[in-house]
Every structure is written in structure tokens, then in C-alpha cells.
T-cell receptor, first 115, second 112 residues
Framework: GEEVAQTPKHLVRGEGQKAKLYCAPI?????VFWYQQVLKNEFKFLIS????????ETGMPKERFSAKCLPNSPCSLEIQATKLEDSAVYFC?????????????FGPGTRLLVL | GEDVEQSLFLSVREGDSSVINCTYTDSSSTYLYWYKQEPGAGLQLLTY?????DMKQDQRLTVLLNKKDKHLSLRIADTQTGDSAIYFCAERGSGGSYIPTFGRGTSLIVHP
């Protein structure tokens, strides 16, 4: 079936190192969202894309986080100089459309541990 | 900002019905969702309902919406051990950002 793919599944970084996470949305889906799940259950929206364009980045701590969705490439989320509080599961989701028949799919997540 | 509240835990016996409740504050909510998260996995969209609907049924799942009280519920009939998971309620308005606001999830425990 159709799936959102995220890599890697697990990522361990020392504090101050860079971390890069990847997401392949379902082909044909126009919107991609990144979320950070911390404190076990709480979801925090980071950024969304409409195709290759940033749609909403109000959740991004811009001084260290950046994201891209380039044509014919997986989307990426990069954290420069990771901090301990960046330890979380990062989920990517893709959405077919924001219209009436909306279908959203989440990837399995990347678990980032910053030591 | 907008808020979505859920109780943290629900324990039911196998075969009984489960009812998971959710309240929200955004009066402009247009879409309301229920997601399921199993251990180590991402979110699975179970169902969604538009704000102009009162009820939606899909096999064992029944969603009820009381828009006046801003209350949403998910009923699972004949609950099975495989239904044990965390269930997230989420809402979003019809504005341009399409960002849902999630509750903190209800852990459903199904025991024999």
C-alpha cells in the first residue's frame, strides 16, 4: 500500500552535532508536514510545505532548524548544533489535499536522541 | 492558542464498548480527527468528521460531535485487545495554514 517513508528510524547525536532527517511523502500528495513529538504524547507542529514551497513555518525554531522539499528528492529536516531538548520523535505527514475529501498519512517517525 | 483536551487513560474489558472523549476550544473548527498510534509507530488516521455533521459511523467506530459544547467522542464497539493504543483527537479550522491542533492522547487499555 501507499506509505510515507522516513529515514533513519533512529538517530543518535552528541550535543552540538548536526542531525538530518528524511521524509518521502506519498507520490501525488501536495502537502507535507513535520511534527515533533516530545514528552511522550505532545505533538508540536514545525513546518509545512505545499509542493516545494514553504507553506507555514510558524513552528520552526529557525536559528537551528531548517527544512526543504525539493523536486525529485525526499524532503529533509535538518537540525544544526543539536541540543538535549531536541530529543524527540519527528513525524512527517503528507496530505493529498486540504479539500473536502482529505486523506492524511503519517510516516513511522525518526527517533532522535541527543546525548 | 487553541486547545484540545482528552483524558489520559481509559481501561475497558474485551468485548465492551469504549468511549473516548475530547473537548476543544476553537469555535471555527472545520475538521475533527481521530488518530490511533500503536507503540513505536506513526499516527494512523481512523476517521474524521466535518463540523456540519453530528455523527459518522464506520464499521465499529462511531464519532459523535456536539458543536455547541465543542465535544467530540469516539466510540469503539466490541473492543478488542488489538485496539489497545493511544488515540489522539485533533482539530483544525478552515483557514489557510491547515495545521491541526492535537490533544495529548488517550491511552486505551483493553484487558481480557
Amino acid at each position: 500500500g501507499e506509505e510515507v517513508a522516513q529515514t533513519p528510524k533512529h538517530l543518535v547525536r552528541g550535543e552540538g552535532q548536526k542531525a538530518k532527517l528524511y521524509c518521502a511523502p506519498i507520490k501525488g500528495h501536495s502537502y507535507v508536514f513535520w511534527y515533533q513529538q516530545v514528552l511522550k504524547n505532545e505533538f508540536k507542529f514545525l513546518i509545512s510545505f505545499q509542493n516545494e514551497n514553504v507553506f507555514d513555518e510558524t513552528g520552526m525554531p529557525k536559528e537551528r532548524f531548517s527544512a526543504k522539499c525539493l523536486p525529485n528528492s525526499p524532503c529533509s529536516l535538518e537540525i544544526q548544533a543539536t541540543k538535549l531538548e531536541d530529543s524527540a520523535v519527528y513525524f512527517c505527514a503528507s496530505t493529498l489535499t486540504a479539500g473536502a475529501q482529505e486523506t492524511q498519512y503519517f510516516g513511522p517517525g525518526t527517533r532522535l536522541l541527543v546525548l | 492558542g487553541e486547545d484540545v483536551e482528552q483524558s489520559l487513560f481509559l481501561s475497558v474489558r474485551e468485548g465492551d464498548s469504549s468511549v473516548i472523549n475530547c473537548t476543544y476550544t476553537d469555535s471555527s473548527s472545520t475538521y475533527l480527527y481521530w488518530y490511533k498510534q500503536e507503540p513505536g509507530a506513526g499516527l494512523q488516521l481512523l476517521t474524521y468528521i466535518f463540523s456540519n455533521m453530528d455523527m459518522k459511523q464506520d464499521q465499529r467506530l462511531t464519532v459523535l460531535l456536539n458543536k455547541k459544547d465543542k465535544h467530540l467522542s469516539l466510540r469503539i464497539a466490541d473492543t478488542q485487545t488489538g485496539d489497545s493504543a493511544i488515540y489522539f483527537c485533533a482539530e483544525r479550522g478552515s483557514g489557510g495554514s491547515y495545521i491541526p491542533t492535537f490533544g495529548r492522547g488517550t491511552s486505551l487499555i483493553v484487558h481480557p
